[in-house]
Every structure is written in structure tokens, then in C-alpha cells.
């Protein structure tokens, strides 16, 4: 099946960029917390849950509202026709370390239930899907480094095996302040539709 990346996205340390053009410089360097409320800022989602997510959940989030700002998922495309299959290496251990940290001492064990919700790294496919109604498969797999061709195989599966109209891939890591968010719009060829890339096993 002929497949074509119609938009893409990154979120990385030197900015915010949409379709390989940069829409937000983090010139200053700034850490991740504080460049996070200014590409939310910039994003302009209005969507209050943003705030109490955890990083690895901000940094998907932003990279699919870049994503997604002017590529909103096609109309012809039901939330179940949509499906959301991403890579990560370092899982959710931010919040897996700052979750232990709430109860690794006896004499002031605390844990935070606000904390805990967010040590799988699943839970952000859950904050996209909750924000773009997406109702079809959506996976997280743990790999080294971005497998391209694991993903690839994978999608086109689900195009041609399961029927999907649209696939949102790509790669989501964050450990210790160091992240990354690539993120493809991934649809079927069609004579009208704008092709940013070739879908094909080194798209990442």
C-alpha cells in the first residue's frame, strides 16, 4: 500500500519545528519545564490538563499539537479509523524515580497517587488520544534507539490489515532533562493530499 507522511513534527533542546521549519527557538537553552510552558504558550491549546501532566507526557503533547495545528486529522477519518504507535527508550523513569522517591524512605513514606498514574509510558497515548478523540490501536514500544523499520512494518500492517485511514508514529523519549519528539502524520496516498515525506522504513 502507498503510504505518505503528510505532516511531521519535532520537540527537541533547539526548539519546537513543524514539516523541518522552526516555529519556537529555545535559544536561551532553557530546561525543559520552562521551554515547555513557552512552546504551550505559543501552541495556544487551551487545554488546562496540560499543567498537571508529567514531562514525558508534555513532550508528546506538544509535539502532536505542532503536529496536528494545521493538520488537524482528516474529516473522512473517524477517532476509530486513527491509530497512535510510538517508540521510546527510557520508558516513563522520570516519574518512575520521582514516584520512589515518595515512599523509598519508611520514616516518610507518602506516595503521590497524582505521581504515580504517570510511571507507564502508555499514559501518553492516553493524554493524545483523550485531546484528538482517537479511538484506534494505540501502542508504545520500548526499543534501544527510533527502529524505523519495526515501525514501518507495523503501520502498514494496520493500514492494510486493519482497515486505518490515518497513523500518528514516531519517536517520544525523555530521561534526566535530555528529550525528544519526532512525530509523522501518516496517511494513505491520495491525489489531493500534500506530501511533506516518503513513508518508508528510514522515515525517522
Known amino acids: 500500500m502507498d503510504l505518505r507522511i503528510t505532516a511531521y513534527s ?3 533542546e533547539k526548539g519546537l519545528y513543524k514539516n523541518g521549519s522552526l516555529l519556537l527557538a529555545n ?12 512552546a504551550y ?8 490538563k496540560f499543567y498537571k501532566m508529567d514531562e514525558l507526557c508534555k513532550l508528546a503533547f506538544l509535539a502532536s499539537e505542532a503536529l496536528l495545528m494545521e493538520n488537524k486529522t482528516d474529516s473522512r477519518a473517524e477517532g476509530a479509523d486513527i491509530a497512535l504507535i510510538l517508540g521510546n527508550r527510557s520508558s516513563s523513569v522520570a516519574s518512575d524515580l520521582q514516584h520512589y522517591e515518595t515512599y523509598k524512605d519508611s520514616s516518610n513514606y507518602f506516595p503521590s497517587p497524582a505521581v504515580f498514574v504517570y510511571t507507564l509510558p502508555n499514559i501518553m497515548l492516553g493524554e493524545i488520544c483523550i485531546r484528538h478523540q482517537i479511538t484506534g490501536e494505540n501502542s508504545c514500544f520500548l526499543m534501544l534507539e527510533p527502529d524505523g523499520e519495526f515501525l514501518y512494518n507495523y ?10 485511514e490515518q497513523c500518528i508514529t514516531g519517536w517520544v523519549d525523555y530521561k534526566a532533562g535530555n528529550y525528544v519528539a519526532r512525530l509523522f502524520l501518516v496517511e494513505k496516498a491520495a491525489a489531493k ?3 511533506m515525506r ?3 522504513n528510514l522515515f525517522i
Open 41 to 48: 504558550r505559543f501552541l495556544n491549546p487551551a487545554y488546562s
Open 27 to 38: 535559544a536561551t537553552q532553557e530546561p525543559f519545564a520552562q521551554f515547555a510552558k513557552e
Open 193 to 195: 493530499s500534500v506530501v
Open 10 to 12: 519535532e520537540l527537541n
Open 198 to 200: 516518503k513513508f518508508d
Open 155 to 164: 503501520v502498514q500492517h494496520l493500514f492494510e490489515q486493519e482497515g486505518y
